[in-house]
């Protein structure tokens, strides 16, 4: 069956350096995706999303990049601080469908 | 304001014990409404949604249950809980753009 799953289970970052946290997915009709924070103990929190039809956004120092030709997203986060420490998850659904996918997730430490 | 509440927020059960998760959604009408389990260290998995009063759709076969008895009140629930059961539980309702999920529910099953 369609699933999501990401590269690297778990990524060190000195503060102050950039983060890329990637994923994989395999369905090629998802045309939505989302990017999600969790910190340890709390519900998954929206970063941002993008749609198919797009193939980079950009946020307040984060920036999410969609190949869709080889089926890749990213997150990239400027200037890691330690409250970016968290388990970050991304999640594609095609729209319409009232379901999304997560992957397994990365966890992203900044270090000191 | 539109919110999601979910309780309790830690619960800890003896196997073969019921269960009984509530989540509630406020300033919205007919949402869509999810419940996940994360396990420990590992990511979300569909367990149930449902698109409106009495539609229950399930995702994976298991020990547990949900109901929507109202339209902004979903429940998850079992009649004999098993050590597998333990995980973080989330609530979730689907806003057109992604989730707002609850603070969770953390279930230890012993």
């Known amino acids: 069956g369609e699933s999501v799953g990401l590269h690297l289970p778990t990524l060190s970052v000195q503060e102050g350096d950039n983060s890329i946290i990637n994923c994989a997915y395999s369905n090629s009709a998802s045309d939505y995706f989302i990017w999600y924070k969790q910190e340890s103990g709390k519900g998954p929190q929206f970063i941002i999303d993008?749609?198919?039809?797009?193939d980079k956004r950009q946020g307040q120092r984060v920036t999410v990049l969609l190949n869709k030709t080889v089926k890749h997203l990213s997150l990239q986060i400027a200037a890691t601080q330690p409250g970016d420490s968290a388990v970050y998850f991304c999640?594609?659904?095609?729209?319409?469908?009232?379901?999304?996918?997560f992957g397994t997730g990365t966890r992203l430490k900044v270090l000191a | 304001s539109q919110t999601i509440h979910q309780w309790p927020a830690t619960l800890v059960q003896p196997v073969g014990s019921p269960l009984s998760l509530e989540c509630t959604v406020e300033g919205t009408s007919n949402p869509n409404l999810y419940w996940y389990r994360q396990a420990a260290g590992r990511g979300l998995q569909l367990l149930f949604y449902s698109v409106g009063i009495g539609q229950i759709s399930s995702e994976v076969p298991q020990n547990l249950s949900a109901s929507r008895p109202q339209d902004r009140q979903f429940i998850l629930s079992s009649k004999k809980l098993l050590l597998s059961d333990s995980g973080f539980y989330l609530c979730?309702?689907?806003?057109?753009?992604?989730?707002?999920f609850g603070s969770g529910t953390r279930l230890t099953v012993v």
């Open positions: 979730a309702w689907e806003t057109g753009d992604g989730y707002t």
């Open positions: 999640a594609e659904s095609v729209l319409g469908t009232y379901k999304y996918i």
């Open positions: 993008i749609r198919s039809n797009m």
